[in-house]
């Protein structure tokens, strides 16, 4: 059955091959993202999801023709590399108005059409690293993190009109996130270790996993009838991480994160 399907952040990597793939696969896909992108697949909305009177715009713009909103994948984001001390307030805030509010601003335009048909399906795209405080990626550890706590608040308030949210973690994925994220200065005493661990994460994102294998996971996630409130995709070194930090002391978790980011 054809649904009608919102995806954030369509202008390329895992947006832009979502939003195609459940295109070519017949569904009525509309892409939010800033700037138009052409595809016989998917319409584009130019949207901005940090600006509220944007998104209740395009989502007006998408229910003149639909009488329904089944699903929004809300996949737009940033990223954000350099110590903790060295942020700045600009960029913090910057980082969390696309990661957090931006993703709460969709949800609350479209809940109103999912509440009226009584079904809705939400996808808010996390990071594995969203489980753990990544060194150098401390603020976007926080602003998935924050986003992996509304989601789960939010579970308990939607599901008596059989509306359904998780989040979505993702390993490294093979897209071009290294030209898009945020750079903060780093100062003298980091540099050294943070140019190996910049060197590190860019690899780890050049033999990710491809885009195409994500977007086949969703399609089994929207298959389902109930949810979990956390998915985790991607290779097995990354996805270990999280039980190990569960059961392992902080100590010895750390020390192997240490050994993984070549810290020690």
């Not at 995806?7 to 138009?36: C, D, M, N, P, Q």
């Not at 290294?178 to 980091?190: G, I, L, Q, W």
């Amino acid at each position: 059955m054809s649904k009608t399907i919102i995806i954030t952040g369509t202008s390329s990597g895992i947006g832009f091959v979502l939003a195609e793939y459940f295109g070519k696969k017949g569904h009525k896909v509309y892409g939010l993202s800033r700037k138009h992108t052409e595809s016989l697949h998917f319409r584009s909305i130019p949207t901005d999801v940090t600006d509220n009177d944007a998104v209740q715009h395009a989502v007006a713009e998408v229910l003149k023709t639909e009488t329904k909103i089944d699903v929004l994948i809300n996949n737009a984001g940033m990223g954000m590399v350099g110590a903790v001390e060295d942020s700045s307030k600009e960029d913090i805030l910057k980082l969390f108005n696309l990661n957090l509010v931006g993703a709460v601003q969709m949800m609350s335009a479209v809940m109103p059409k999912m509440r009226e048909n009584q079904f809705g399906q939400i996808i808010n795209v996390s990071s594995i690293g969203s489980e753990m405080g990544l060194p150098f990626r401390g603020f976007y550890s926080a602003s998935k993190s924050a986003l992996d706590k509304v989601t789960e608040a939010m579970r308990y308030e939607v599901y008596p009109w059989n509306i359904h949210v998780c989040s979505l973690h993702l390993g490294d994925i093979k897209t071009n996130i290294a030209e898009n994220r945020v750079r903060t200065k780093v100062s003298e005493p980091y540099k050294n270790v943070f140019d190996k661990v910049y060197a590190l994460m860019n690899s780890h994102v050049g033999n990710g996993t491809e885009p195409l294998e994500v977007a086949e996971y969703v399609d089994q996630l929207l298959a389902k009838n109930k949810w979990k409130a956390h998915y985790y995709f991607g290779k097995f070194g990354q996805k270990i991480g999280v039980p190990l930090k569960w059961i392992l002391p902080q100590g010895t978790y750390e020390n192997l994160m240490k050994k993984y980011n070549k810290l020690a």
